[in-house]
Nanobody
Framework: QVQLMESGGNLVQAGGSLRLTCAPSGHTASRSSMAWFRQAPGKEREFVAGINWSGDSPYYADSVKGRFTISRDNAKGTVALHMTSLKPDDTAVYYC????????????????WGQGTQVTVSS
């Protein structure tokens, strides 16, 4: 069983930056794919960014390309989402997701999810 703990959510003004971190626990050193999703009030959960096990194949939703950067530190087992030029539309609960996966492309699903961290961007 893998547990995911997100941190870094906060209230920030439009144009500002935040860094979210996800720390998995209870998992082995097996290869994994990790991602960030978000869900705004009244909306479906949506993919934000994902990264393969080696960290050299990041993927982004069109809405965040050029503003968000996903990265991972395999020595620590953590994944981060650096968000810049934040907009009010980025306001949402951000969730970390995990699956054991060795492919360099996005997996079809994620098996483990964190509880989420709130990001609020004021105008």
């Amino acid at each position: 069983q893998v547990q995911l703990m997100e941190s870094g959510g906060n209230l920030v003004q439009a144009g500002g930056s935040l860094r979210l971190t996800c720390a998995p626990s209870g998992h082995t050193a097996s290869r994994s794919s990790m991602a960030w999703f978000r869900q705004a009030p009244g909306k479906e959960r949506e993919f934000v960014a994902g990264i393969n096990w080696s960290g050299d194949s990041p993927y982004y939703a069109d809405s965040v390309k050029g503003r968000f950067t996903i990265s991972r530190d395999n020595a620590k087992g953590t994944v981060a989402l650096h968000m810049t030029s934040l907009k009010p539309d980025d306001t949402a609960v951000y969730y970390c997701a995990f699956i054991y996966w060795s492919g360099n492309y996005l997996p079809p699903r994620y098996d483990y999810w964190g509880q989420g961290t709130q990001v609020t961007v004021s105008s």
